[in-house]
T-cell receptor, first 116, second 110 residues
Framework: EAGVVQSPRYKIIEKKQPVAFWCNPI?????LYWYLQNLGQGPELLIR????????DSQLPKDRFSAERLKGVDSTLKIQPAELGDSAVYLC??????????????FGEGSRLTVL | AQRVTQPEKLLSVFKGAPVELKCNYS??????LFWYVQYSRQRLQLLLR??SRESIKGFTADLNKGETSFHLKKPFAQEEDSAMYYC????????????FGKGTKLSVKP
């Protein structure tokens, strides 16, 4: 089992350019999360999916961020246009629906974004 | 407001010494508390959860509702315990949305 797979691992772009991150969760995991982790901070939730439905996107800056989880499996997080302050690590995590209240999330290695 | 506070950014101890990583929380209700760990060049992973009352790798954590704390303890630190430790909170009914603290870097010196 490869675990949660994210790509790209690293991305450097200039401000105002678009960027997209991809996540493939653990097979069978209904719940998928995107977290943002700034340097020296803990992860902060951006959006949570139950299957293909975004059930919590209250922290997603919708003016420039968008996400989708077509077919309820893999997911894409997009930023357009990117700003300097978007430089961070974008973490994807997944869990079994039945485990959502036990707190066991399985994280990917993250995608580190640098905006110049 | 829901909040997790880890007052120490860095904690440095010698091998064999006791270690306590502090975590305080703010939540109006009955939260569920967790400790996550990230070893160097590895992904973030669950260490332990308070509902299990388990000891993992010698670590234990007791939920103190009176002091709203969930400190992580180990009586004898090992070098392989060096890592980033994050305390996290989940409110009942929040369907697993975890709120993380800023993390504490534990460094165990030989």
């Amino acid at each position: 089992e490869a675990g949660v797979v994210q790509s790209p691992r690293y991305k450097i772009i200039e401000k105002k350019q678009p960027v997209a991150f991809w996540c493939n969760p653990i097979s069978g995991h209904n719940t998928l999360y995107w977290y943002l982790q700034n340097l020296g901070q803990g992860p902060e939730l951006l959006i949570r999916y139950e299957n293909e439905e975004a059930v919590d996107d209250s922290q997603l800056p919708k003016d420039r961020f968008s996400a989708e989880r077509l077919k309820g499996v893999d997911s894409t997080l997009k930023i357009q246009p990117a700003e300097l302050g978007d430089s961070a690590v974008y973490l994807c995590a997944s869990s079994l629906f039945s485990d959502t209240n036990t707190g066991e999330l399985f994280f990917g290695e993250g995608s580190r974004l640098t905006v110049l | 407001a829901q909040r997790v506070t880890q007052p120490e950014k860095l904690l440095s101890v010698f091998k064999g010494a006791p270690v306590e990583l502090k975590c305080n929380y703010s939540y109006s209700g009955s939260p569920e508390l967790f400790w996550y760990v990230q070893y160097s060049r590895q992904r973030l992973q669950l260490l332990l959860r308070h509902i299990s009352r388990e000891s993992i790798k010698g670590f234990t954590a007791d939920l103190n509702k009176g002091e709203t704390s969930f400190h992580l303890k180990k009586p004898f630190a090992q070098e392989e315990d060096s890592a980033m430790y994050y305390c996290a909170l989940s409110g009942r009914g929040s369907q697993g949305n975890l709120i993380f603290g800023k993390g504490t870097k534990l460094s165990v010196k030989p």
